[in-house]
């Protein structure tokens, strides 16, 4: 019984903390609330994030460039969100080949959190 009192006091925080946050929605324009779900949208996925917020500079030159996962780092990202959707601990060890854009992946990845 304490269960399922205890289950109903934490299911009502939760209805009072959504209704708080809504509130505060309802002064947002059009486009503010279209901004907000952009940013929750790259919140959770990288790839987005990395095209339209991280410039990366090619070892061609050039200048700054929108930084577009190649082969390499979607396959590492691929591996990751399998890992993550098990609810397991991401741990991977990584043979780095040259020139694959890990590292640069890897930067872009902590920024992401920041």
Avoid: H
Wanted: proline share 3%; aromatic share 8%.
């Amino acid at each position: 019984m304490a269960f399922l009192v205890a289950a109903s006091i934490a299911a009502l925080q939760e209805v009072i903390s959504v209704t708080n946050a809504l509130q505060q929605f309802e002064d947002l324009s059009a486009d503010q609330i279209a901004e907000l779900i952009a940013d929750l949208k790259m919140s959770v996925d990288f790839e987005e994030y990395a095209r339209t917020k991280l410039k990366v500079q090619p070892r061609e030159g050039g200048g700054v460039k929108p930084f577009i996962l190649n082969g390499p780092q979607r396959l590492y990202m691929e591996i990751e969100r399998r890992i993550i959707a098990k609810g397991r601990l991401v741990r991977v060890v990584l043979l780095k080949g040259r020139r694959q854009g890990v590292s640069t992946l890897f930067s872009g990845d902590t920024y992401q959190f920041r």
